[in-house]
C-alpha cells in the first residue's frame, strides 16, 4: 500500500512539474528581479526569502517593498493589500479546493496565485488529483522564492540593475490566457474580459483592476441569465455558473499584476 501511494506521489510530483515548467521560466527570473529590489532597498538579502515565503503574492511584494522601505503606515498598506489582492474573492468560487484534502487546503488557499489558478480553470485539469493540485502550487511558490533568493544574493554581492524584467507576469499572463482559450474557444469572454478592463481604465483609472475584475464578473453573470434565459446554456455552465472563467486571467493581464 504504501508503496503505490509513493508511486502514485512521484507520478503527481513528475506531472505537476511538466505543467509548472513554463510558468517557471517567468516566475523565475521575476524573482531574481525582485530579490535585487529588494537588496538596492536597503534591507538584508535574507528579507527576500521571507517576503517570498511568507507573503507570496506577487505584484503585492513588489509594492510592499516599497511602502516598506518608506516607512508606510500600516493602515495604508493593509488597504493596498486588499486592493491589489481583491481579486482572488474571485478566483475562489471556481478554484478545486474540494479536490485537496483537508490538511492540504490550508497550504492551497494561501498558495492560491494567479498562476495557480490559470492553470487549473481549463478543461485539461478537470482530472487533477489534489495532490497533482498542491504540488503544482508548491513547485510554483519553489521557484519564486528560490528566484528571489538567488537575486538578493547576486544583488548584495554584484551591484546591477536589472531593467524590464517585471514585464515577464505580464507576458506570462498574456501566454496563459491564450492556453485558456485555446482549450475552451470561448471568444465572447476574453472580449468581455478586454472590454472591462478599458472601461475602468476609463472610470477609474486609479483603481483599474478591482474595478475590472467587478465590471467582468457582472458582464458574465448578465451573459450567463441571458443565455440560460433563452433555454441554451452550454453543458458545463449546469456545474460552473459562470461562462469562460479561464478568462479571467486576461484582466490580471492587462493590469499586470503579479
Known amino acids: 500500500m504504501r508503496g503505490m501511494r509513493a508511486r502514485g506521489g512521484a507520478r503527481d510530483f513528475a506531472a505537476a512539474a511538466a505543467d509548472t515548467a513554463s510558468v517557471g521560466l517567468s516566475l523565475f527570473p521575476l524573482g531574481i528581479s525582485f530579490g535585487v529590489l529588494v537588496v538596492h532597498a536597503g534591507l538584508t538579502w535574507w528579507w527576500a526569502t521571507v517576503f517570498t515565503a511568507v507573503i507570496y503574492a506577487g505584484s503585492l511584494e513588489f509594492l510592499l517593498l516599497g511602502l516598506v522601505a518608506s516607512v508606510t503606515p500600516l493602515g495604508q498598506i493593509a488597504v493596498t493589500a486588499l486592493l491589489v489582492n481583491l481579486r482572488h474573492v474571485f478566483y475562489a468560487l471556481s478554484f478545486p479546493l474540494s479536490r485537496v484534502r483537508p490538511l492540504g487546503r490550508v497550504y492551497a488557499t494561501f498558495a492560491l496565485t494567479d498562476e495557480a489558478y490559470a492553470m487549473t480553470a ?70 468581455l474580459a478586454a472590454a472591462s478592463f478599458a472601461l475602468a481604465a476609463l472610470l477609474t483609472p486609479g483603481q483599474v483592476l478591482p474595478a475590472a475584475m467587478a465590471l467582468f464578473t457582472v458582464s458574465l453573470l448578465i451573459r450567463y441569465a441571458l443565455r440560460h434565459r433563452a433555454g441554451s446554456p452550454a453543458p458545463d455552465e449546469h456545474r460552473h455558473p459562470v461562462p469562460a472563467v479561464p478568462a479571467v486571467p486576461a484582466v490580471a493581464a492587462a493590469g499586470g499584476e503579479g
Open 122 to 191: 481549463g478543461e485539461h485539469a478537470r482530472s487533477w488529483s489534489g495532490a497533482r493540485i498542491l504540488w503544482m502550487q508548491a513547485l510554483c511558490q519553489g521557484y519564486w522564492v528560490g528566484g528571489a533568493t538567488l537575486g538578493a544574493l547576486a544583488g548584495s554581492l554584484i551591484p546591477i540593475t536589472l531593467h524590464g524584467l517585471d514585464f515577464a507576469l505580464t507576458a506570462l499572463f498574456v501566454v496563459l490566457t491564450i492556453d485558456a482559450w485555446r482549450t475552451q474557444r470561448d471568444l465572447p469572454a476574453p472580449l
